[in-house]
């Protein structure tokens, strides 16, 4: 079992770069295909970007194609957001998810097939 706690959520304003970080505890972060998903009062969650267990592999929702990206130090035993040229319309709160039963070189956009989730954290994008 792992746990996952995000943080660097905040307020920040259109067209800044902001960074998420999401500690995994309990087993080497290694272990788990790692995504990040996100979700606004109201509406479903929304996958947003996901990295493969080893190989690098990874894989972006195409709403923040090209402006976020993923990685992942497993020696830390954490997973990175780095979201550049925010948007208001990317004001969610942002979760952390991993699981241990994808392949290792594999990535999903479900949430259901993550089994480990984060508290969340929220960030906002004034405009």
């Known amino acids: 079992q792992v746990q996952l706690v995000e943080s660097g959520g905040g307020l920040v304003q259109a067209g800044d770069s902001h960074r998420l970080s999401c500690v995994a505890s309990?087993?080497?972060?290694?272990?788990?295909?790692m995504a990040w998903f996100r979700q606004v009062s109201g509406k479903e969650r929304e996958f947003v970007a996901a990295?493969?267990?080893?190989?690098?592999?990874?894989d972006y929702a195409d709403s923040v194609k090209g402006r976020f990206t993923i990685s992942r130090d497993n020696a830390k035993n954490t997973v990175y957001l780095q979201m550049n040229s925010l948007e208001p319309e990317d004001t969610a709160v942002y979760y952390c998810?991993?699981?241990?039963?994808?392949?290792?070189?594999?990535?999903?956009?479900?949430?259901?097939?993550?089994?480990?989730w984060g508290q969340g954290t929220q960030v906002t994008v004034s405009s």
């Open positions: 998810a991993a699981d241990e039963r994808l392949g290792l070189l594999r990535t999903s956009p479900r949430g259901r097939e993550y089994h480990y």
């Open positions: 990295v493969s267990r080893i190989g690098g592999r990874t």
């Open positions: 309990g087993r080497t972060a290694s272990s788990y295909t």
